[in-house]
């Protein structure tokens, strides 16, 4: 098995917009791509509405950059119907300005344990049933819905599918159809079945590859995520079990980290793409 | 399926003390198990050598109190031949101590990846020859061996066994002899596999019975456990499950937690027994 060269350019990088939230809006993260030669972006949907969706789209398609996906959709477990209705209505709202940008996927965070309950067996129902009713807009207008299986540590109150295993498993369930998996390493990294797990998505399943590092020490559960190469999650191994079984899209960088986010962010970029080429 | 009623008093509750361990020594933590009418106590190492380890041992002999542990052995992997065989000698002191003070099983955290490193895999392997190496000494010794599995976000630098199925695993492969799983409600809540491995696992593997709780928010990954009742683990859930399959032992309150640290001991143990009594 041969890895894919990364080392010449940075065009199978992504930038994740999480990355540089706290110190760029849109245009500026479209423009560092384009300056910084990376070749697709991958915004968070705060950051499109504020540069309002239309505008958004427009300012992508100026460029070459693909757009790998959309985050996020999900949070699907609410405590009533109310709830859960108004969380598929943003979910079609969230498909609607996927398909605005041309994005290749909308990514599902799913959700966590309704507030003010335990019941987290519940709650994963809860999340099948949302993306199964989500699937009934998402498929008529073509925009592939990721869930992104969160860390464990997440299962309370980001998301509770916390497996590629219970990923696939929803896949099975409700169909391939404009259904697969977002594949962060951050989250599945420590999962002794992630190899058996890549190779049951296959490369059908397989619609986003995210890649940071786990820091030792992690100091924050959400906001200490570590530049690649930083940490000790072994990048390339992954990537190559996603490349296996034919993952041929970009590696996307997602830091969440308060220690990056104090950062120039054109350094923070200039990091990314000298790792890209060197550590995924 | 009926839970065993633990309303009525503290009997089946057994104080980690690492719940305390901030305020007391093992004086004082015996004496606060009797006085609260707690049945069991599981110390930490550093307790037990501070006191002595025959000191410790009589201290305790001259109470009722069930001794559900030893924490802990483990740490097996090292980056050279020295550091694993350093490793092992340290975890056959660890089992001649928990021979000494009586307890029921030596609790095995196992440890992480290597300094320098990201071999998690190799990390494994370790972990597995190294419990094999310790149960030839163990198993004559008569000191039972307690796999640990802990959170994933552990597996980096404390506990690269992360779930019931690993330990379930390495227990086949290495025998059922001396060998066993301390499952704690912290670590595994979030496994949608838990039930089956639980099952799988049976009356013959559970050695220990762990609580505390998840709190939502989470502020440090290692000191801020909770209180059983103050967060969104579904403890009778799981109690009920390795019940089912047999287990009759203590439930083990062990809290990792600056907030309880603060408190006055007495205080934590009346909340303990309290909350044994109603919420586990």
Redesign the interface.
Known sequence: MTLRDLSADASLCSLNTATVREQWDLRQMVDGCVRHGIGGISPWRDKVQAAGVDEAARMIADTDLAVTGLCRGGMFPAADAAGRAAALDDNRRAVDEAVAIGAQCLVLVVGG?PEG????VGA?AQVEDGIGALLEYSRPAGMPLAIEPL???Y???RA?V??M??ANDICDRLGDDGLGIALDVYHV????DLPAEIARAGRKRILAFHVCD?L????D?LLDRGMPGD????IPAIREQVEAVGYAGHCEVEILSTRWWHEDPDDVLATVVERHKTVV
């Open positions: 344990i309950t335990r019941d987290l994963r860390h464990p540590m299962a309370a109150d509770c916390n497996t295993a219970q990294w420590w999962d002794p786990w030792v020490p992690t100091t559960l940490g000790v999650i072994d």
